[in-house]
């Protein structure tokens, strides 16, 4: 079980993780976090749109 040695009076600030590193200072990492969806973007969607009305309006040949 872990025990608290000394408080030193560090603000924590969210979205960093706190750790004593190898030389016995106290440092801090921004947290991984997962990433956010993509949205599907706007010129995938109208090149779809654009290929269906070209492969539409083709002629038979007589």
Known sequence: MA???LRC???KE???LYFI????????AKM??????KKKSA???????TAKKKTAS???KK
């Open 32 to 37: 991984a976090r997962g990433g956010k969806k």
């Open 43 to 49: 010129k995938k969607a109208s090149a779809k749109k």
């Open 3 to 5: 025990q608290k040695v």
């Open 14 to 16: 969210p979205g960093y």
């Open 9 to 11: 009076g560090i603000k």
């Open 58 to 60: 083709k002629k038979k």
């Open 21 to 28: 590193d190898k030389d016995g200072d106290i440092a801090r």
